[in-house]
Protein backbone atom coordinates (compact mmCIF):
# COMPACT_ATOMS: atom_id res chain seq x y z
CA UNK A 1 0.00 0.00 0.00
CA UNK A 2 1.43 3.54 -0.51
CA UNK A 3 2.00 6.14 1.32
CA UNK A 4 1.95 10.39 1.60
CA UNK A 5 3.12 13.13 3.34
CA UNK A 6 1.29 15.71 3.13
CA UNK A 7 2.26 19.49 4.57
CA UNK A 8 -1.20 20.59 3.89
CA UNK A 9 -3.40 20.31 6.77
CA UNK A 10 -5.82 22.02 5.06
CA UNK A 11 -6.42 19.89 2.01
CA UNK A 12 -7.94 16.86 4.86
CA UNK A 13 -11.56 16.78 4.75
CA UNK A 14 -12.68 16.76 8.61
CA UNK A 15 -15.22 14.40 8.33
CA UNK A 16 -12.64 11.86 6.92
CA UNK A 17 -10.19 13.00 9.45
CA UNK A 18 -12.65 12.05 12.34
CA UNK A 19 -13.88 8.47 10.80
CA UNK A 20 -11.43 7.41 12.94
CA UNK A 21 -10.86 9.32 15.80
CA UNK A 22 -11.63 7.87 19.27
CA UNK A 23 -9.40 10.22 21.21
CA UNK A 24 -10.13 14.31 21.81
CA UNK A 25 -6.82 14.96 20.40
CA UNK A 26 -7.21 12.91 17.05
CA UNK A 27 -9.89 14.83 15.83
CA UNK A 28 -9.99 17.98 13.58
CA UNK A 29 -11.13 20.55 15.69
CA UNK A 30 -8.03 19.52 17.89
CA UNK A 31 -5.52 19.36 15.38
CA UNK A 32 -6.44 22.67 13.92
CA UNK A 33 -6.17 24.70 16.78
CA UNK A 34 -3.18 23.22 18.18
CA UNK A 35 -1.44 24.19 14.58
CA UNK A 36 -2.87 27.78 14.84
CA UNK A 37 -1.54 28.34 18.34
CA UNK A 38 0.95 25.87 20.53
CA UNK A 39 2.28 24.49 17.12
CA UNK A 40 2.59 27.84 14.97
CA UNK A 41 5.92 27.94 14.54
CA UNK A 42 5.88 23.84 13.75
CA UNK A 43 5.70 22.18 10.38
CA UNK A 44 2.99 20.10 10.02
CA UNK A 45 4.20 16.35 8.48
CA UNK A 46 0.98 14.10 8.23
CA UNK A 47 1.70 10.74 6.99
CA UNK A 48 -1.63 8.84 5.09
CA UNK A 49 -1.64 5.22 4.53
CA UNK A 50 -5.03 4.25 2.61
CA UNK A 51 -7.04 5.19 5.33
CA UNK A 52 -4.64 5.71 8.37
CA UNK A 53 -3.35 8.86 9.43
CA UNK A 54 -0.30 9.79 11.80
CA UNK A 55 -0.93 13.28 12.63
CA UNK A 56 2.84 14.40 13.30
CA UNK A 57 4.23 17.55 12.85
CA UNK A 58 8.45 18.57 13.28
CA UNK A 59 8.95 20.73 16.21
CA UNK A 60 11.25 23.86 14.66
CA UNK A 61 13.89 23.46 17.38
CA UNK A 62 14.74 19.70 16.37
CA UNK A 63 14.11 19.69 13.14
CA UNK A 64 14.96 15.93 13.15
CA UNK A 65 12.08 14.72 15.20
CA UNK A 66 8.64 13.57 14.18
CA UNK A 67 5.80 14.10 16.97
CA UNK A 68 2.36 14.63 17.65
CA UNK A 69 0.31 17.39 17.09
CA UNK A 70 -0.35 19.39 20.58
CA UNK A 71 2.26 17.50 21.87
CA UNK A 72 3.19 20.65 24.57
CA UNK A 73 -0.48 19.97 26.20
CA UNK A 74 0.36 16.87 27.62
CA UNK A 75 -2.69 15.00 26.58
CA UNK A 76 -2.86 11.16 25.55
CA UNK A 77 -2.22 10.57 21.80
CA UNK A 78 -2.37 7.99 18.97
CA UNK A 79 -2.49 7.77 15.52
CA UNK A 80 -5.80 7.08 13.66
CA UNK A 81 -6.25 3.78 12.28
CA UNK A 82 -7.59 0.05 12.28
CA UNK A 83 -6.17 -3.30 12.33
CA UNK A 84 -5.95 -3.52 8.79
CA UNK A 85 -4.00 -0.46 8.38
CA UNK A 86 -1.72 -0.26 10.91
CA UNK A 87 0.74 -2.36 9.74
CA UNK A 88 0.81 -0.23 6.43
CA UNK A 89 0.96 3.12 8.75
CA UNK A 90 4.34 1.91 10.94
CA UNK A 91 5.82 1.17 7.75
CA UNK A 92 5.49 4.42 6.71
CA UNK A 93 6.76 6.54 9.43
CA UNK A 94 9.57 4.32 8.99
CA UNK A 95 10.05 5.25 5.13
CA UNK A 96 10.48 9.15 7.01
CA UNK A 97 14.22 8.35 8.31
CA UNK A 98 13.26 10.74 11.24
CA UNK A 99 13.34 9.84 14.61
CA UNK A 100 10.02 9.87 16.34
CA UNK A 101 8.92 11.43 20.14
CA UNK A 102 5.83 10.20 21.19
CA UNK A 103 5.45 11.17 24.85
CA UNK A 104 2.02 9.99 26.15
CA UNK A 105 0.24 7.06 24.15
CA UNK A 106 -1.92 4.68 25.61
CA UNK A 107 -0.01 1.68 26.64
CA UNK A 108 -2.29 -1.03 25.01
CA UNK A 109 -2.16 0.99 21.15
CA UNK A 110 -1.65 -1.39 18.25
CA UNK A 111 0.66 1.08 16.51
CA UNK A 112 3.16 0.18 19.19
CA UNK A 113 3.34 -3.41 18.30
CA UNK A 114 3.42 -2.36 14.87
CA UNK A 115 6.64 0.12 15.17
CA UNK A 116 8.38 -2.55 16.61
CA UNK A 117 7.79 -4.63 13.51
CA UNK A 118 8.06 -2.38 11.43
CA UNK A 119 11.78 -1.16 12.84
CA UNK A 120 13.29 -4.58 13.16
CA UNK A 121 16.41 -4.67 11.81
CA UNK A 122 16.02 -0.84 10.45
CA UNK A 123 16.21 0.67 14.64
CA UNK A 124 15.21 0.35 17.61
CA UNK A 125 11.98 1.26 19.50
CA UNK A 126 12.40 2.52 23.22
CA UNK A 127 9.26 2.18 25.51
CA UNK A 128 9.06 3.98 29.11
CA UNK A 129 5.88 3.75 30.83
CA UNK A 130 4.70 6.69 32.55
CA UNK A 131 4.08 7.16 35.99
CA UNK A 132 1.10 9.20 35.10
CA UNK A 133 -1.94 7.19 33.86
CA UNK A 134 -5.21 8.45 32.68
CA UNK A 135 -8.25 7.68 35.08
CA UNK A 136 -11.75 7.07 33.85
CA UNK A 137 -15.06 5.82 35.19
CA UNK A 138 -16.59 3.21 33.26
CA UNK A 139 -20.36 3.66 33.69
CA UNK A 140 -23.22 1.44 33.35
CA UNK A 141 -26.64 2.28 34.25
CA UNK A 142 -26.35 2.07 38.03
CA UNK A 143 -24.26 5.48 37.82
CA UNK A 144 -27.38 7.17 36.80
CA UNK A 145 -27.41 7.24 40.82
CA UNK A 146 -23.91 8.25 41.69
CA UNK A 147 -24.08 8.64 45.20
CA UNK A 148 -24.66 4.90 45.81
CA UNK A 149 -20.82 4.12 44.57
CA UNK A 150 -19.50 5.76 47.98
CA UNK A 151 -19.98 4.37 51.07
CA UNK A 152 -23.23 5.75 53.40
CA UNK A 153 -20.50 8.21 55.52
CA UNK A 154 -19.99 9.94 51.93
CA UNK A 155 -23.06 10.01 50.75
CA UNK A 156 -23.86 11.74 53.72
CA UNK A 157 -21.00 13.79 53.20
CA UNK A 158 -22.54 15.00 49.54
CA UNK A 159 -26.01 15.27 51.14
CA UNK A 160 -24.33 17.80 53.80
CA UNK A 161 -22.62 19.47 50.56
CA UNK A 162 -25.32 20.21 48.80
CA UNK A 163 -27.19 21.56 52.01
CA UNK A 164 -24.02 24.08 52.58
CA UNK A 165 -24.34 25.37 49.07
CA UNK A 166 -28.26 25.67 49.35
CA UNK A 167 -27.90 27.64 52.52
CA UNK A 168 -25.75 30.46 50.45
CA UNK A 169 -28.26 30.47 47.50
CA UNK A 170 -30.11 29.07 44.86
CA UNK A 171 -27.77 26.11 43.65
CA UNK A 172 -28.19 25.14 39.89
CA UNK A 173 -26.99 22.51 37.43
CA UNK A 174 -26.01 23.18 33.47
CA UNK A 175 -24.30 20.78 31.06
CA UNK A 176 -24.60 22.80 27.83
CA UNK A 177 -23.76 21.70 23.89
CA UNK A 178 -23.41 25.91 22.93
CA UNK A 179 -23.19 26.19 19.38
CA UNK A 180 -20.31 28.65 17.95
CA UNK A 181 -22.22 31.80 19.06
CA UNK A 182 -22.58 31.00 22.34
CA UNK A 183 -18.66 30.32 23.05
CA UNK A 184 -17.27 33.02 23.85
CA UNK A 185 -19.86 34.13 26.70
CA UNK A 186 -19.21 30.87 28.62
CA UNK A 187 -15.42 30.49 28.36
CA UNK A 188 -15.66 33.56 29.87
CA UNK A 189 -17.25 32.26 32.76
CA UNK A 190 -15.23 29.15 32.79
CA UNK A 191 -12.11 31.66 32.82
CA UNK A 192 -13.23 33.72 35.92
CA UNK A 193 -13.81 30.34 37.87
CA UNK A 194 -10.35 29.23 37.12
CA UNK A 195 -8.75 32.78 37.86
CA UNK A 196 -10.61 32.15 41.38
CA UNK A 197 -8.82 28.75 42.08
CA UNK A 198 -5.60 27.64 42.81
CA UNK A 199 -4.61 27.05 39.17
CA UNK A 200 -3.88 30.94 38.77
CA UNK A 201 -1.14 31.00 40.99
CA UNK A 202 0.12 28.37 39.63
CA UNK A 203 0.25 29.78 36.56
CA UNK A 204 -1.72 27.39 34.55
CA UNK A 205 -4.95 29.58 34.52
CA UNK A 206 -6.25 30.65 31.04
CA UNK A 207 -6.59 34.13 33.05
CA UNK A 208 -2.98 34.43 33.46
CA UNK A 209 -1.89 31.54 30.53
CA UNK A 210 -1.33 33.41 27.08
CA UNK A 211 -1.18 30.22 25.11
CA UNK A 212 -3.37 28.22 27.20
CA UNK A 213 -6.39 31.12 26.83
CA UNK A 214 -5.66 31.33 22.89
CA UNK A 215 -5.49 27.16 22.50
CA UNK A 216 -9.14 26.34 24.56
CA UNK A 217 -10.27 29.57 22.52
CA UNK A 218 -10.09 28.49 19.29
CA UNK A 219 -10.59 24.95 20.33
CA UNK A 220 -13.71 25.43 22.07
CA UNK A 221 -15.06 27.48 19.13
CA UNK A 222 -13.84 24.15 16.49
CA UNK A 223 -15.32 22.12 19.02
CA UNK A 224 -18.69 23.44 19.13
CA UNK A 225 -18.85 23.49 15.58
CA UNK A 226 -18.33 19.68 15.05
CA UNK A 227 -20.92 19.74 18.14
CA UNK A 228 -19.19 18.29 20.71
CA UNK A 229 -18.40 20.53 23.16
CA UNK A 230 -19.88 20.50 26.82
CA UNK A 231 -19.63 23.44 29.21
CA UNK A 232 -20.87 22.46 32.72
CA UNK A 233 -21.36 24.53 35.46
CA UNK A 234 -22.58 24.54 39.46
CA UNK A 235 -23.91 27.80 40.22
CA UNK A 236 -25.74 29.62 43.25
CA UNK A 237 -27.28 32.70 42.66
CA UNK A 238 -26.23 32.56 39.20
CA UNK A 239 -22.63 32.71 39.91
CA UNK A 240 -20.58 30.13 38.51
CA UNK A 241 -18.98 28.63 40.95
CA UNK A 242 -17.63 25.29 39.46
CA UNK A 243 -16.96 24.11 36.16
CA UNK A 244 -15.92 21.22 33.87
CA UNK A 245 -14.47 21.90 30.09
CA UNK A 246 -15.64 19.23 28.22
CA UNK A 247 -16.35 16.80 25.13
CA UNK A 248 -18.69 14.37 23.75
CA UNK A 249 -18.23 11.79 21.19
CA UNK A 250 -17.87 8.06 20.80
CA UNK A 251 -20.27 7.56 23.87
CA UNK A 252 -17.32 8.73 26.10
CA UNK A 253 -16.91 12.28 27.97
CA UNK A 254 -13.66 13.38 27.83
CA UNK A 255 -12.34 16.39 30.10
CA UNK A 256 -10.05 18.98 29.92
CA UNK A 257 -10.43 21.27 32.84
CA UNK A 258 -11.95 21.13 35.97
CA UNK A 259 -11.99 24.29 38.27
CA UNK A 260 -13.64 25.31 41.49
CA UNK A 261 -14.14 29.21 42.99
CA UNK A 262 -12.08 28.75 46.21
CA UNK A 263 -14.53 30.98 48.00
CA UNK A 264 -17.01 28.36 47.78
CA UNK A 265 -14.66 25.70 49.18
CA UNK A 266 -16.79 24.79 52.03
CA UNK A 267 -19.67 23.52 49.82
CA UNK A 268 -17.09 21.24 47.89
CA UNK A 269 -18.76 23.00 44.75
CA UNK A 270 -16.15 20.84 42.63
CA UNK A 271 -17.32 17.80 43.66
CA UNK A 272 -20.80 18.57 43.66
CA UNK A 273 -20.53 19.29 39.68
CA UNK A 274 -18.79 16.54 39.19
CA UNK A 275 -21.93 14.23 40.67
CA UNK A 276 -24.17 15.87 38.01
CA UNK A 277 -22.22 15.48 34.71
CA UNK A 278 -21.58 12.11 35.76
CA UNK A 279 -24.96 11.34 36.28
CA UNK A 280 -25.63 13.28 32.90
CA UNK A 281 -22.97 10.92 31.44
CA UNK A 282 -24.59 7.84 32.49
CA UNK A 283 -28.86 8.38 31.82
CA UNK A 284 -27.30 9.32 28.47
CA UNK A 285 -25.74 6.44 27.87
CA UNK A 286 -22.23 7.41 27.77
CA UNK A 287 -20.02 4.22 28.14
CA UNK A 288 -17.63 6.12 30.19
CA UNK A 289 -16.10 9.42 32.01
CA UNK A 290 -12.75 10.16 30.98
CA UNK A 291 -10.13 12.62 33.63
CA UNK A 292 -7.81 12.75 30.78
CA UNK A 293 -5.46 14.10 33.29
CA UNK A 294 -2.99 12.43 35.59
CA UNK A 295 -4.21 10.55 38.19
CA UNK A 296 -3.49 11.83 41.88
CA UNK A 297 -5.07 11.47 45.37
CA UNK A 298 -8.20 13.22 44.80
CA UNK A 299 -8.60 11.60 41.21
CA UNK A 300 -8.41 8.22 43.45
CA UNK A 301 -11.37 9.59 45.40
CA UNK A 302 -13.48 8.96 42.62
CA UNK A 303 -11.95 5.81 40.24
CA UNK A 304 -9.03 3.39 40.94
CA UNK A 305 -9.09 2.25 37.14
CA UNK A 306 -6.72 4.09 34.73
CA UNK A 307 -5.22 3.98 31.52
CA UNK A 308 -1.54 3.07 31.53
CA UNK A 309 0.66 5.78 29.42
CA UNK A 310 4.03 5.39 27.68
CA UNK A 311 6.27 7.04 25.71
CA UNK A 312 7.34 6.05 22.88
CA UNK A 313 11.06 6.70 20.98
CA UNK A 314 11.86 4.77 17.69
CA UNK A 315 15.11 5.75 15.96
CA UNK A 316 15.96 4.98 12.61
CA UNK A 317 19.52 2.57 11.58
CA UNK A 318 21.43 5.69 10.33
CA UNK A 319 24.10 7.89 11.60
CA UNK A 320 21.81 10.77 12.73
CA UNK A 321 19.29 8.50 14.28
CA UNK A 322 22.41 6.11 16.39
CA UNK A 323 23.74 9.98 17.46
CA UNK A 324 20.15 11.09 18.77
CA UNK A 325 19.52 7.59 20.52
CA UNK A 326 22.96 8.42 22.51
CA UNK A 327 22.19 11.97 23.15
CA UNK A 328 18.76 10.98 24.21
CA UNK A 329 20.56 8.08 26.19
CA UNK A 330 22.23 11.29 27.98
CA UNK A 331 20.10 13.25 28.83
CA UNK A 332 17.71 10.64 30.57
CA UNK A 333 20.99 9.72 32.89
CA UNK A 334 21.08 13.06 33.65
CA UNK A 335 17.83 14.09 34.10
CA UNK A 336 17.77 11.07 36.49
CA UNK A 337 20.77 12.30 38.01
CA UNK A 338 19.26 15.55 39.03
CA UNK A 339 16.27 14.25 40.16
CA UNK A 340 17.94 11.88 43.15
CA UNK A 341 20.21 14.84 43.71
CA UNK A 342 16.82 16.85 44.55
CA UNK A 343 15.45 14.02 46.52
CA UNK A 344 18.79 13.36 48.44
CA UNK A 345 19.19 17.15 49.27
CA UNK A 346 15.83 17.29 50.59
CA UNK A 347 16.09 14.27 52.85
CA UNK A 348 19.65 15.78 54.17
CA UNK A 349 17.79 19.03 54.68
CA UNK A 350 14.86 17.65 57.45
CA UNK A 351 17.66 15.99 58.85
CA UNK A 352 19.72 18.53 59.36
CA UNK A 353 16.84 20.77 60.79
CA UNK A 354 17.17 20.95 64.58
CA UNK A 355 15.07 19.45 66.81
CA UNK A 356 15.36 19.93 70.26
CA UNK A 357 14.74 16.34 72.40
CA UNK A 358 12.33 15.76 75.10
CA UNK A 359 14.42 16.74 77.77
CA UNK A 360 15.53 20.02 76.15
CA UNK A 361 12.21 20.75 75.45
CA UNK A 362 11.04 20.27 79.22
CA UNK A 363 14.15 22.17 80.74
CA UNK A 364 13.84 25.42 82.72
CA UNK A 365 14.49 28.41 80.63
CA UNK A 366 17.81 29.40 80.59
CA UNK A 367 17.26 32.77 82.66
Request: aromatic share 12%.
Amino acid sequence: MSFNEHAGFGTFDPSRWNKLARLPTQRYCWARACLETVNRRDRERLITCGDALAPFLIKHEEPHRIAFIGDPIGEPYDVLSNDNTIDDLAESIVKTGLVLDLRRIPAEAPIIGALQRAYRGRGSVVVIPRRASCPYIELDETWCEPEQHFSARWRSTFRRMRRKAESIGEVTFEIIAPNPKQVRALLSEVITVEAASWMKEAGIAMAVSRWRLRFYRRYARYAAHEGILRFCFLRIDGKPVATEFAVEFDRRLFVHKIAYDEAFESCSPGSLLRLEVIRYAAEHGLRSYEFQGKDTDWTYFWTKTVRPMVWLRAYPLTARGLWMRSHDTVRAGKRRVGNWTARLKGKLRKALIWRPTDRARQAPPAN
